[in-house]
């Protein structure tokens, strides 16, 4: 087996961009769950409203990208805002049947006839981020070492990215060591303690489901852009479960956790598809054991699995503190 091919697939995967695009949802799930306990389990759909505000803007209406990017944080906010007023006021768990109820209804809203004048129906759009690429600063090459390279206009999405990553990390760190930030532990943990306190948990909550979601929208645009393309397809509820493994596996409520847990989560994913694709082509496993075609499902078992093992033996995650991981969800 080629050892230096499954590192260089996996460091690839690592600090690519759909790795950075995790660590935005994650980081705004963080927000949302880590500091505050509200269960959304359809971040997804502020990744699609997110992507389509950029991609519909510039493609359907012929306007600037940075309308676009504008657009797509107004709609987190609108979404934020159509979610949490009939449900915040109610347990934890009606939040998470209308997120992820929301977030497919939207998907197959965006792919339906009735919306293809806007987004094209299930073909989606494409070519809408030439301006985007047009500002790239990087010289036309490969960049990289080795085997481990990019080409420049690939290189340039990731880098913004990750800096858009960075950034909202900072700003969530900021944020939490606030007094709103306070607020928001003090919903986590005792929502009632908070009320009785004169604090308005609603309009907090409210707050905190809006910052997350447009973190989530800002992941969206990242994929459309790097894509080139924003399909409904591409966001489905699985995609807020992955935010969610990273973000346990790198530790809730902590500034840095989602970032670290989607450079692992990528890293052991990437690394298990090729490496298990590799022990079959070799006959180190069996193809009457496993068949090619079935790497994709093992490996996610394979990352359940060590989830499970990593809830169990460390549930704050790796950064995380264990008592930050309570969750009233009375």
């Not at 690519?16 to 505050?36: K, P, Q, R």
């Not at 503190?321 to 969800?329: F, G, S, V, Y």
Request: aromatic fraction near 8%; include cysteine.
């Amino acid at each position: 087996m080629d050892a230096a091919g499954i590192l260089v697939d996996a460091l690839r995967a690592a600090v690519s961009l759909e790795a950075a695009v995790y660590a935005l949802a994650a980081i705004g799930l963080n927000v949302h769950f880590g500091y505050t306990g509200l269960l959304n389990f359809g971040q997804v759909g502020f990744m699609l409203v997110g992507a389509y505000g950029v991609a519909a803007t510039v493609a359907t209406y012929g306007l600037p990208l940075w309308v676009g990017v504008a657009v797509g944080v107004a709609l987190a906010v609108v979404l934020a805002l159509c979610l949490g007023v009939p449900t915040l006021r109610l347990r934890a768990d009606y939040l998470a049947i209308t997120t992820i109820a929301a977030s497919e209804i939207l998907r197959l809203l965006f792919r339906s006839e009735l919306m293809r004048p806007v987004t094209n129906g299930v073909f989606g759009l494409q070519r809408f981020a030439d301006s985007f690429y047009s500002i790239n600063p990087l010289p036309e090459r490969r960049y990289g070492i080795g085997r481990l390279t990019f080409g420049h206009d690939r290189l340039w999405a990731t880098l913004v990215a990750w800096a858009l990553a960075a950034a909202c990390a900072v700003v969530v760190a900021r944020l939490a060591s606030s007094p709103w930030g306070r607020v928001l532990r003090s919903i986590r943990d005792d929502e009632d303690a908070a009320r009785a306190l004169g604090k308005n948990v609603f309009a907090v909550k409210l707050q905190s489901l809006a910052v997350g979601g447009v973190a989530g929208a800002l992941a969206g645009m990242m994929l459309a852009i790097g894509q080139q393309a924003a399909s409904p397809d591409t966001y489905v509820p699985a995609v807020t479960f992955f935010a969610y493994t990273l973000l346990i596996l790198g530790g809730p409520a902590t500034a840095w956790g989602p970032v670290l847990g989607a450079v692992l989560f990528s890293f052991v994913v990437a690394g298990a598809d090729t490496l298990l694709r590799e022990a079959i082509a070799a006959g180190v496993v069996p193809g009457g054991v496993l068949a090619s075609d079935q790497v994709g499902a093992v490996r996610f078992a394979l990352v359940g699995l060590g989830l499970m093992l990593l809830v169990v033996f460390r549930p704050q995650g790796i950064l995380g503190d264990r008592r930050e991981t309570t969750l009233d969800a009375g």
